[in-house]
């Protein structure tokens, strides 16, 4: 069954601070899809990211980066420099291709504070 | 470019009732997925729509219920409410059947409290 593992419930950092966020995976099969989301006060997730399992190379946009790694089945997602703004709740989420469920296996989330 | 949207914002029942929500997914997809957000338990698959049908569908009991219209906009009816219903119901829409999951992209949700 998939499983999407989000350890830290939550982090604070001072802003400009680095921060990682750790999203760990368990899935059977050999193609599936990763995504990160960004969920702000108001509500509204986010899009952030979606990569494929074929895919292993890191992506970076702007302050963000991704390192996808299936040797240990992790996607963490790490913020440079944050901002004030950078806080929320960010999810992973992991969907399979198998039988067309294409539906998303959201992680607990990690809730980031950065404070001024 | 219009994003999902969904209505009503907030929505206060009592236990027993009915509750129905309305999404529109973005102009060009075909897919609409619904999701639970209660506390404590996270983020929760609900059902898929695509073209009108339904797809796919979470574990929750047949009193969850929904459709798609053919303006692809959805509807989740949640009959006899119960307390533990309250929760932020999600909408999201994709493109459609590729053969492979597109992106989905979130409205705002519904808050909906059961008392």
Do not use: M
């Not at chain 1, 593992?5 to 950092?13: D, L, R, W, Y």
């Not at chain 1, 760990?24 to 899009?47: A, C, H, I, N």
């Not at chain 2, 009193?63 to 959805?74: C, H, K």
């Not at chain 2, 006899?80 to 999600?90: G, H, I, P, Q, T």
Request: include cysteine.
């Amino acid at each position: 069954a998939q499983k999407v593992t989000q350890a830290q419930t939550e982090i604070s950092v001072v802003e400009k601070e680095d921060v990682t966020l750790d999203c760990v995976y368990e899935t059977r099969d050999t193609t599936y899809y990763l995504f990160w989301y960004k969920q702000p006060p108001s509500g509204e997730l986010v899009f952030l990211i979606r990569r494929n399992s074929f895919d292993e190379q890191n992506e970076i946009s702007g302050r963000y980066s991704w390192n996808f790694q299936k040797s240990t089945s992790s996607f963490n997602f790490t913020i440079t420099a944050s901002q004030v703004v950078d806080s929320a709740v960010y999810f992973c989420a992991l969907s399979e291709t198998q039988g067309g469920s294409e539906k998303l296996v959201f992680g607990k989330g990690t809730k980031l504070t950065v404070n001024p | 470019e219009a994003g999902v949207t969904q209505s009503p914002t907030h929505l206060i029942k009592t236990r027993g009732q009915q509750a129905t929500l309305r999404c529109s997914p973005i102009s060009g997809h075909t897919s609409v997925y619904w999701y639970q957000q209660a506390l404590g338990l996270g983020l929760q698959f609900l059902l898929w729509y695509d073209e009108g049908e339904e797809r796919n569908r979470g574990n929750f009991p047949p009193r969850f219920s929904g459709r798609q219209f053919p303006n692809y906009s959805s509807e989740l009816n949640v009959n006899a409410l119960e307390l533990e219903d309250s929760a932020l119901y999600l909408c999201a829409s994709s493109v459609g059947l590729a053969g492979f999951p597109e992106t989905q992209y979130f409205g705002p949700g519904t808050r909906l409290l059961v008392l």
